[in-house]
């Protein structure tokens, strides 16, 4: 534990800039100045000083996937919004480390995809043997939509084409991970016909720009800024998932659902591409403050259009899906009492 803490830190402190200890040093012994014009919705540009009680870390994800920009943004709405409250969005390898840090008290919140959540939970899959009673579930964000690309280029024009080919499979302890692995195996790709290659989502989209990789597997809301921003110097084709594969696919793995991919998320992406998704949870445990947790629900809900702007996932954000493939069980008891103060009964 102590040395997966030192690495994490490292990677913190590349991605933030100074170390943490420092910050929790001057915002506890100071005061935190919240600059409104930069943090949230509604900015009135004027300072707002506060004393600091409280931080909370948000494990995300890639910087160049979806997690990362939508905790970024959550991150500064309930700083702007929440007295004496400081959260920070930390990049991780994404839904499976970030069980991992909710389940070890590294992080308060943590996005997740749902049937990694659900694994954790019951403990199956990549968690057999160490179900968690104690993980929850405060919202259901918005639809995670399963990508593989591939050089325009390149002689891969289906699924069934990527037998022999270096596949770049998402970085080990991710839901992409998980999700690539499932895939292969449903199209009958054992382990040595493939070679695997796990990079995070910015390592992945450079080596298939430099030709290292021939194809890059990630889940993500749409769009994915890294596909797009690739696509821009680089024509990328999506690879479609058949209908009948599909279906498989959801046999294998109930929380699937088929998905569709618009024309025109992506440069160059002339018409639409069929696959297959799940969605992406706000995770955290049964010890999270109740009161807090449904002031953050509110925020959350009542500036969807404000986490829209900010990260085109949250698009779809809405009371209707607020619970949207979780099971009861898992829910935080503040998501009952805040869908009910809004004239929504759960069953």
């Known amino acids: 534990m102590q040395r997966r803490q030192v690495a994490r830190n490292a990677r913190f402190a590349k991605a933030r800039g100074p170390g943490l200890p420092f910050l929790l040093t001057f915002l506890l012994t100071l005061t935190a100045l919240t600059a409104n014009a930069a943090a949230g919705p509604e900015a009135t540009g004027s300072f707002d000083i506060r004393l600091v009680k409280r931080f909370f870390s948000i494990g995300t994800g890639s910087i160049s996937g979806t997690y990362y920009p939508l905790g970024s943004a959550m991150s500064r709405l309930f700083n ?5 409250i400081v959260t ?3 990049p991780t390898r994404g839904s499976v480390e970030n069980i991992e840090f909710l389940r070890g008290g590294e992080i308060a919140l943590g996005l997740v995809q749902n049937d990694v959540a659900f694994n954790a939970y019951y403990g199956k899959g ?3 043997g160490r179900p968690w009673p104690g993980l929850r579930v405060l919202a259901s964000l918005y639809s995670e939509v399963m990508h593989v690309a ?3 280029d390149a002689a891969i024009a289906s699924l069934s084409d990527l037998r022999g080919k270096v596949l770049a499979l998402g ?3 991710s ?3 998980l999700n690539a692995r499932i895939i292969l195996e449903q199209l009958g ?6 070679t695997p290659s796990f990079l995070g989502l910015t390592k992945a989209l450079a080596a298939l720009e430099g030709g290292y990789v021939d194809a890059v597997f990630f889940t993500g809301g749409l769009p994915i800024e890294g596909f797009a921003l690739l696509g821009e110097r680089l024509p990328i084709r999506l690879l479609e998932f058949p209908p009948e594969f599909c279906r498989h696919l959801i046999t294998a793995c109930p929380f699937l659902a088929e998905e569709v991919i618009p024309a025109g998320t992506y440069p160059g992406q002339a018409g639409p591409v069929a696959t297959v998704g799940l969605r992406a949870l706000l995770c955290t445990t049964d010890a999270f403050d109740p009161a807090l947790a449904e002031r953050m629900l509110g925020l959350v809900f009542d ?3 404000y986490l829209a702007g900010m990260s085109q996932a949250a698009a779809s954000l809405g009371l209707d899906t607020a619970v949207k493939g979780v099971p009861a069980e898992m829910l935080h008891p503040a998501v009952r009492s805040f869908l009910a103060a809004r004239g929504i009964r759960l069953p």
Do not use: N, Q, W, Y
Not at 80 to 84: E, F, K, T, V, W
Not at 189 to 194: A, H, I, N, Y
């Open 80 to 84: 702007s919004r929440l007295d004496g």
């Open 150 to 152: 591939v050089r325009r």
């Open 88 to 90: 920070i969005p930390e």
């Open 126 to 128: 990549s968690f057999d």
């Open 303 to 305: 500036h969807a259009g």
């Open 175 to 177: 839901g992409t991970a």
């Open 171 to 173: 970085e080990e302890g």
């Open 189 to 194: 790709l054992g382990p040595t016909e493939f």
